[in-house]
């Protein structure tokens, strides 16, 4: 087995044709097409479905472990290259956009000033969107929801923040203006809510249920920024973490209703299970600790742990 078959497997998985994948590794479709013949011949089994241009359930079990030789390839010459110099190399950084709103400014400020030959790559999107990327090894390290459940990942706590409910101007819920609720005040309200079976949702059901609370969903969003927006421009009432609020924005009608006796949203760091952190996400990582620790006491509603 080589590294370039498993690379033609890989360019046949994201472009879905020999062809396209050659042109993409800059070759001929020939070398693509016995690269594949001589892994699926070495590991005895079919690998890709040649009518479908889609990789077999074996060629998609294959992919996870090619993905992460590479992953662990690149970790390598940055680990080697950091104990010879300074710590240098690529990172690859996934959070949540509640949680990258305020900590990407002092993290990457940091980063820069005690890592500079570390070249810093962030997505922000949900934590259902970055969950795969960091199992599959398209990213280093992600600050997501939890608690999860995974085989492949490992996650530590960062901080908990406190639940609210933006009320829309003009909704009944805002008469009153910023003030404390409790959930059996929402009964009979169309809210935005996450998706059933999220992080957020779970704490959000689990407390309604014990107070036999019966909540209404107008819409269900896999977004909490999204859900903040929509509320904040008159849409219908959303149950956000207190930092899905902008420090930036500028108040209006709507009103801030603090959630009383409910569980607090966990954020935390997640990395895989297997392998080890190259030397620049290792780093990375301890910083990123440090200015949650610093930040946490200036954000209302937020808690290191």
């Given amino acids: 087995m080589e590294l370039k078959q498993l690379d033609a497997l890989a360019a046949v998985a994201e472009h879905g044709r020999f062809s396209a994948a050659a042109r993409a590794l800059d070759t001929v479709q020939s070398n693509i097409s016995t690269h594949i013949a001589r892994l699926e011949d070495d590991l005895g089994a079919i690998l890709?479905?040649?009518s479908a241009g889609?990789?077999?359930?074996e060629g998609q079990a294959v992919l996870t472990r090619a993905r992460r030789i590479n992953t662990e390839l690149a970790a390598l010459r940055d680990d080697v290259t950091s104990m010879t110099s300074r710590v240098s190399g690529q990172v690859r950084i996934g959070i949540i956009g509640?949680?990258?709103?305020?900590?990407l400014p002092p993290l990457l400020d940091e980063l820069s000033r005690s890592f500079p030959d570390v070249v810093t790559t962030v997505i922000d999107s949900t934590t259902?969107?970055?969950i795969p990327l960091l199992e599959h090894g398209d990213l280093d390290l992600t600050v997501i929801n939890t608690p999860l459940q995974h085989d492949e990942l490992f996650t530590t706590p960062l901080f908990e923040?406190?639940?609210v409910v933006i009320a829309p101007e003009g909704h009944p819920l805002a008469a009153d203006g910023d003030r404390p609720i409790h959930i059996v005040e929402l009964a009979n309200h169309d809210l935005l809510l996450s998706p059933p079976g999220s992080n957020l949702r779970v704490l959000i059901d689990d407390k309604a249920r014990q107070e036999n609370v019966v909540l209404r969903t107008i819409a269900e969003?896999?977004?909490i920024r999204l859900a903040a927006t929509l509320a904040f421009q008159g849409y219908a009432p959303a149950i956000v973490p207190v930092t899905a609020i902008p420090s930036w924005i500028g108040r209006g009608g709507w009103a801030v209703l603090t959630l009383q006796d409910m569980p607090r949203r966990l954020v935390g760091l997640a990395i895989r299970r297997r392998g080890m952190l190259s030397a620049p996400a290792s780093a990375t990582r301890d910083v990123l600790r440090r200015v949650v620790r610093d930040q946490a006491p200036n954000i209302e509603g937020l808690t290191a742990v």
């Avoid at 889609?54 to 359930?57: A, S, V």
């Avoid at 509640?98 to 900590?103: N, S, V, Y």
């Fill in 128 to 130: 259902t969107a970055l």
């Fill in 54 to 57: 889609q990789l077999t359930p």
């Fill in 48 to 50: 890709v479905d040649r």
């Fill in 221 to 223: 969003l896999d977004g």
């Fill in 161 to 163: 923040e406190q639940l």
């Fill in 98 to 103: 509640t949680t990258g709103r305020w900590l």
